[in-house]
């Protein structure tokens, strides 16, 4: 059975760090993942990606701040929020293409069921 978390998360202080993770299990490997965000209020927004060579992309807000890792064996993807803002607060979710077991190693879409970062002096 396929099942994506979320965790990590929390509460920082402006200038703080945080990490917010995405782990599937049931799968073979986790190809690619699409990291949003979405402030109360607001419509949800693209904060970054990683593709399936470990290439990246961030949004200009978010540059030299937040980093994208993955960890294969443990079919985990991360997002790394540092040197946090107030206007970072918001619920995070990863949007991540899985690989599914052998033989058919099928690739489907997958959402995170989101998780709180509040960034607050």
């Known amino acids: 059975q396929v099942q994506l978390v979320e965790s990590g998360g929390g509460l920082a202080q402006p200038g703080g760090s945080l990490r917010v993770s995405c782990t599937a299990s049931g799968v073979f490997g986790i190809n690619s993942v699409h990291w949003y965000r979405q402030a109360p209020g607001k419509e949800r927004e693209l904060v970054g990606a990683?593709?399936?060579?470990?290439?990246?992309y961030y949004v200009d807000s978010v540059v030299g701040r937040f980093t994208i890792s993955k960890d294969n064996p443990n079919n985990t993807v991360n997002l790394h929020l540092n040197s946090l803002k107030p206007e970072d607060t918001a619920v995070y979710f990863c949007?991540?293409?899985?690989?599914?077991?052998?033989?058919?190693?099928?690739?489907?879409?997958?959402w995170g069921h989101g998780i709180q970062v509040t960034v607050s002096a």
């Open positions: 990683m593709g399936s060579q470990n290439e990246t």
């Open positions: 949007n991540v293409e899985v690989i599914g077991l052998p033989p058919q190693f099928r690739l489907w879409n997958d």
